[in-house]
């Protein structure tokens, strides 16, 4: 039975919730009554909590569906999700309050309140019989995940930010990669000995051959798309000091283009080792050659070409001339560069008449 459970728990559907909420939400209300009256319960008692009952998770259940409970995969249950669960939670804890306190009484179904003792363990014990089936799939998940690591590569990723973040949400995820995060080194001293996706940071780019060494690791993912050459050539030596496999996230450039996504792994190429420190342009001195001249661009429809004239476009110069082998290309950027001189003609409009009105609106009473 338990096997079972654990094959098929992660694929629950959404229906399974709501039977389990059907059945465990009752079991609530009867768990608070008992709770709070002991011994042989009398015939008006029985009544209240068949009411209440009927009454309740009906109104719980409504709120639930319309809170989006029952449209969610809870295998990959999130931050997002927690606050969901929470929400639910507390619109279940109000239902409580309200029938319990006045509801009932009001429509004439009660001649008078429940227990304050049993709104509170009701509405506790709703949260939690909510959650747990929820948060039971999630963890059913990471044990099946953790019993096939012996079977994975051992990977450590270098960088602890916004992008390591997201490889390690990936490696852990997704099994059909076959790798798994055991450690993660940064450079910043502060994320030292904290978790990251309860991945830890072992320690700064300059120990990851001692610490390679010491986990047994056979992976490495650089995740640092911004960091420059220098950087990714002294992490590749000291993985390959290592004997370690190198993968990477792709630079910068690749990810702003959308030739790239963040989480795509692959080998490291000679562009990687090749990135060149960040170069600041001054905006106004190339302004002042530009500003109201005719400018041509040649290999326009190329990604390189197009993302010079949409960076010119904002210099205002009198006209760009886009040259390019591909038509279609050269197309789409000048449709492109309309519906972004129209954007801006339209935020300047904007701005002109907040201005105009703006002396007259200060002054009105």
Same mark, same amino acid.
């Given at each position: 039975?338990?096997?079972?459970?654990?094959?098929?728990?992660?694929?629950?559907?959404?229906?399974?919730?709501?039977?389990?909420?059907?059945?465990?939400?009752?079991?609530?209300? #009867?768990?608070?009554?008992?709770?709070?009256?002991?011994?042989?319960?009398?015939?008006?008692?029985?009544?209240?909590?068949? $009411?209440?009952?009927?009454?309740?998770?009906?109104?719980?259940?409504?709120?639930?569906?319309?809170?989006?409970?029952?449209?969610?995969?809870?295998?990959?249950?999130?931050?997002?999700?927690?606050?969901?669960?929470?929400?639910?939670?507390?619109?279940?804890?109000?239902?409580?309050?309200?029938?319990?306190s006045f509801g009932l009484r009001a429509v004439g179904l009660l001649?008078?309140?429940?227990?304050?003792?049993?709104?509170?363990?009701?509405?506790?014990?709703?949260?939690?019989?909510?959650?747990?089936?929820?948060?039971?799939?999630?963890?059913?998940?990471?044990?099946?995940?953790?019993?096939?690591?012996?079977?994975?590569?051992?990977? =450590? $990723?270098?960088?602890?930010?916004?992008?390591?973040?997201? =490889?390690?949400?990936?490696?852990?995820?997704?099994?059909?990669?076959?790798?798994?995060?055991?450690?993660?080194?940064?450079?910043?001293?502060?994320?030292?000995?904290?978790?990251?996706?309860? $991945?830890?940071?072992?320690?700064?780019?300059?120990?990851?051959?001692?610490?390679?060494?010491?986990?047994a690791v056979t992976d490495v993912v650089i995740a640092m798309p911004s960091a420059p050459g220098r950087t990714?050539?002294?992490?590749?030596?000291?993985?390959?000091?290592?004997?370690?496999?190198?993968?990477?996230?792709?630079?910068?450039?690749?990810?702003?283009?959308?030739?790239?996504?963040?989480?795509?792994?692959?080998?490291?190429?000679?562009?990687?080792?090749?990135?060149?420190?960040? #170069?600041?342009?001054?905006?106004?001195?190339?302004?002042?050659?530009?500003?109201?001249?005719?400018?041509?661009?040649?290999?326009?429809?190329?990604?390189?070409?197009?993302?010079?004239?949409?960076?010119?476009?904002?210099?205002?110069?009198?006209?760009?001339?886009?040259?390019?082998?591909?038509?279609?290309?050269?197309?789409?950027?000048?449709?492109?560069?309309?519906?972004?001189?129209?954007?801006?003609?339209?935020?300047?409009?904007?701005?002109?008449?907040?201005?105009?009105?703006?002396?007259?609106?200060?002054?009105?009473?």
């Amino acid at each position: 039975m338990v096997s079972i459970f654990r094959d098929r728990a992660p694929g629950l559907r959404n229906r399974v919730f709501f039977a389990l909420d059907l059945l465990f939400l009752p079991a609530a209300a #009867i768990i608070a009554f008992s709770a709070r009256f002991e011994g042989p319960w009398p015939a008006d008692l029985h009544h209240a909590l068949r $009411v209440f009952v009927l009454v309740a998770v009906p109104l719980k259940l409504l709120l639930l569906f319309g809170l989006g409970l029952y449209r969610r995969l809870w295998r990959y249950a999130s931050v997002t999700d927690l606050e969901m669960l929470i929400a639910g939670a507390g619109a279940c804890a109000v239902v409580d309050v309200v029938l319990g306190s006045f509801g009932l009484r009001a429509v004439g179904l009660l001649p008078g309140r429940l227990s304050y003792a049993v709104i509170l363990l009701d509405a506790c014990l709703s949260a939690l019989m909510i959650a747990l089936p929820r948060l039971a799939v999630r963890v059913v998940a990471r044990h099946q995940r953790r019993s096939r690591d012996d079977t994975f590569r051992r990977t =450590i $990723v270098v960088g602890a930010g916004v992008a390591g973040g997201m =490889i390690v949400r990936e490696l852990v995820e997704n099994a059909q990669l076959g790798m798994v995060p055991v450690g993660i080194v940064d450079d910043d001293t502060r994320k030292h000995g904290l978790r990251l996706h309860n $991945v830890p940071v072992l320690g700064p780019l300059s120990a990851l051959e001692k610490i390679a060494t010491r986990i047994a690791v056979t992976d490495v993912v650089i995740a640092m798309p911004s960091a420059p050459g220098r950087t990714i050539r002294e992490v590749v030596s000291a993985a390959g000091a290592a004997g370690l496999v190198t993968r990477t996230v792709p630079g910068l450039y690749e990810i702003l283009s959308g030739e790239k996504r963040v989480n795509t792994l692959r080998q490291i190429e000679i562009q990687d080792l090749l990135r060149r420190e960040p #170069i600041k342009t001054d905006l106004e001195q190339v302004a002042s050659l530009v500003r109201d001249r005719v400018v041509m661009v040649t290999g326009a429809g190329g990604s390189i070409g197009s993302e010079l004239c949409r960076q010119l476009a904002r210099l205002e110069p009198k006209k760009i001339v886009a040259i390019g082998r591909g038509e279609n290309s050269v197309f789409e950027l000048l449709q492109e560069t309309a519906r972004d001189r129209h954007r801006a003609t339209s935020r300047r409009c904007r701005t002109r008449l907040k201005m105009l009105f703006q002396p007259w609106l200060a002054g009105a009473p």
